[in-house]
């Protein structure tokens, strides 16, 4: 599992408004890219383009390409949906159903898309929780609701619940924003395990974070309020932290603007 | 300040520490400079606002308690006999003849069926057009929806019989059935649930449309399985709220549902009564004493069954409710 993402030239709009501009990258297969940059910069956006989340608000859409292996997420014969099967997403907010159980929670993609055999499901279920680090803590309260957990634990439910799919890559918007930091620290070390299996992309407001968890790192920035963002560049982290190639970059990381 | 000013240990800043500095001497105890105890200008307008509003409320209360205590203690008495609700009016004669009170079994069962007509009708729809409004509406025909919808909350109820009685007797030349009138009581209903179902699916946060989403989960399948379930004791509710509204509704009933004194459980055939109805009708002969009870009595056994669906809504919300 996990394959190769390959995007070239690509611009995201809202209805207009040109959101993202002209990003090329190569993600590799099983590793960590981490995206960093200021707010409001795309990186988000851009993001969500992966798995064409993006499409869910109104007006969006992309020009350009993004290859998985060698699929054409945008051609025209492919259903967004199945592109969601295949890239999962995990979210700023832990966002676990509130009407199901632990249980049915992990298991939620599944059975909405039509799993019915139970063993097949039980087993999921298990091995899904052991790869998201939480069937011990859970195990003997699976069928107590998702939303009862602690914001990391309900994090770690989510990512239990977005592997569970068998997805290739796993798409992680600033997953640990709302978390306290050893709850951040299980999900750091959460990621690390999964990028043996999954192709990770993750976003974070938080350097330290990109820098112990990513093999790679895009730095994005925008020139001004209004105008789109860019992917300024992506490197190996420890060359990105270390000896960045743009002085824009070295100032952000360094914690000096304009 | 004061932290620079006496510092009371090693690294711990005086307004931390239990210690007080002595040369603290600011108005107000310590807090810097804020005067304490409330301004009197701002004291004055908080109790002229307090008096004002809770004015208003029991002024606002004065009918609710008038209308409720009138009916309760002329229509209790009568609504309390196992006769009321056993025994249609079969064979009452003229009013001031006839001075067995009798029940009004036939006006409740025909008041709940007609009520229960128009649910099965209007739930439906109001909530395929709640969804439609809130999940698929950006496009200008939804904007027309909604307005309709608006307009429709505004009709008068007497105008939505007439033009069922125009539809039903004028066009199409049927008789009419005790269903008509549940089709005149589905127009007045279909505006209120569809605005409180409205309410509730823009109270699920989009959070949770986003994970069905990002699962690979289709958006018909997001909204039946993860939205509805999400915000089902608030759709619940509002469609019984929205029963209790239509069940005392009068007007359709004058011109569209003829009364009678016999128990009907047919919403095809003949003539049903209902409680409004018989209220009615009864209302003409108010003088007589037996007629003024069983006034009183089907205005009290309307307002406890609507006080029961109300309680019955609220408590399946209670119930239904997503535990957080």
Redesign the interface.
Known sequence: MGKRIDVKDLNVFYGDFMAVEGVSMTVEPRSVTAFIGPSGCGKSTFLRTLNRMHEVTPGGRVEGKVMLDDEDLYAESVDPVAVRRTVGMVFQRPNPFPTMSIRDNVIAGLKLNGVRNKKVLDQKVEESLVGANLWNEVKDRLNKPGAGLSGGQQQRLCIARAIAVEPQVLLMDEPCSALDPISTLAIEDLVTKLKEQFTIVIVTHNMQQAARVSDKTAFFNLEATGKPGNLIEMDDTQQIFNNPSKKATEDYISGRFG | MTAEAAPPGPGIPAKYSDAHSGDDTSPGGGLGGIDHGKSRARALKNSIATVLIWGAFFIALIPLVWILWTVLSKGLQPVLHVNWWEKDQSGAGAPAFDHNLRGARHAIVGTLLMGLATAVIAVPIAVLTAIYLVEYG?SPFARIVSFMVDIMSGIPSIVAALFVYAVWVTTFHWTLLPIASSLALTMLMIPVVTRSTEEMLKLV?N????????????KW??IL??VL??CLSGVITGGLLGLARVMGETAPLLLLASYTQYLNQNLFHGSMAALPTMINDQALNINVHIAEQRVWGAACTLILLVLGINLLGRLIGHFTK???
């Open positions: 950006s946060p959070e949770l449309r986003e994970a069905s989403y990002a699962l690979g989960v289709p399948k997001t399985r993860i379930p999400s997503v535990k957080r």
